[in-house]
């Protein structure tokens, strides 16, 4: 049975830039967004000013009701999400939500994931499929039930991992694509179009999937040990945030961080982990199988610089090592 797009009414549910794209392209075509849920408020920065959502800012500006629950349980926020009267709930980059939430909507709720579900399932997607080396990923849509990214699928659209591509070259680009998705599925549930899969029907035998837990920052250490297109993806896999890392260690054993965001590889051997400047423009690290030409990294206490330029700065690199593991 088809719906009309001003009788279908839609609670959204996001917090970063990301999910913003999704409720802009559903404002921009006329649906009837009549609520947005989003993080409270909080203090951010050096100077602890309060920090707004992007989706709160976007939601303000279009004169959209805005719920920041604290609690996603508790009762006062419930009465005011049923008071919304939602007939479709849509997440996007978002907590987890309460069975008392998701299940609320006469026609569910669905969530954008930044995969290909059922790979990936967890907080980290892109994150994860870069590190792995993927030259695919795409994004997908599927209802809410009681396990994490496991619910029926609605709709999957593809994209190509580019090899230079990095995390955020793939998220800006996948925000787009998972846009058009997110309007698609809404206007298929309007025309009742819609047909979902179990997501086992998507594991073809012998298919490993790989998980995407949330990134810690020992999980951003370098292993100089690892093979060098390893330490590569996972340098382009967790760039520009939360960047990857490893550390100098000069002659009295004094050590200073280094995040590393691009890196090129180069056929060229050397002792493991041994560091090589012209000490103008170019830095190198011998890894196991090549070098990496490192092209923009960060000095702990320093802000992020081309190589030239934090060469500019600091000139002699012969008198330290790296730490390689």
């Known amino acids: 049975m088809s719906i009309s797009k001003n009788d279908l009414r839609i609670v959204f549910m996001g917090t970063p830039e990301f999910a913003v794209e999704s409720l802009k392209v559903l404002v921009e075509n006329d649906y009837n967004v009549v609520g947005v849920v989003t993080v409270a408020d909080k203090p951010a920065g050096r100077g602890r000013k309060i920090k707004t959502s992007p989706v709160k800012d976007y939601a303000?500006?279009?004169?959209?009701?805005?719920?920041?629950?604290?609690?996603?349980?508790?009762?006062?926020?419930?009465?005011?999400?049923?008071?919304?009267?939602?007939?479709?709930?849509?997440?996007?980059?978002?907590?987890?939500?309460?069975?008392?939430?998701?299940?609320?909507?006469?026609?569910?709720?669905?969530?954008?994931h930044g995969s290909l579900l059922p790979q990936y399932r967890g907080a980290a997607p892109i994150n994860w499929a870069v590190i792995n080396g993927d030259k695919e990923t795409g994004v997908t849509t599927f209802f809410l039930q009681h396990e994490i990214d496991t619910g029926n699928i609605i709709d999957q659209k593809r994209m190509p991992i580019a090899p230079n591509d990095n995390a955020g070259s793939v998220h800006d680009k996948m925000m787009v694509l998972g846009a058009s998705l997110v309007l698609e599925t809404v206007s298929n549930i309007c025309a009742g179009t819609i047909a979902t899969k179990k997501q086992d029907e998507f594991i073809a035998e012998g298919t490993v999937l790989n998980p995407a837990p949330k990134i810690f920052k020992e999980d951003c250490k370098i292993n100089w040990n690892d093979p060098i297109d390893k330490i590569h993806n996972k340098i382009r896999g967790l760039s520009p945030y939360p960047a990857a890392w490893t550390e100098l260690v000069d002659a009295d054993g004094e050590k200073v961080g280094l995040k590393i965001f691009e890196t090129e590889i180069i056929e060229e051997n050397s002792t493991l982990g041994k560091i090589e400047s012209d000490g103008k423009s170019t830095i190198t690290i011998s890894a196991n199988g090549g070098s990496l030409k490192i092209q923009s990294l960060q000095l702990a206490g320093k802000k992020r610089m081309t190589t030239k330029e934090f060469l500019n700065g600091f000139k002699t690199l012969s008198n330290f090592s790296i730490k390689l593991d």
Request: glycine fraction near 4%; hydrophobic fraction near 50%; avoid cysteine.
């Open 60 to 112: 303000i500006e279009q004169g959209i009701k805005v719920l920041q629950p604290e609690k996603l349980k508790a009762e006062s926020f419930i009465s005011e999400l049923r008071e919304l009267k939602a007939d479709l709930q849509v997440i996007v980059a978002f907590r987890m939500l309460p069975e008392i939430v998701w299940n609320m909507p006469r026609l569910g709720s669905f969530n954008l």
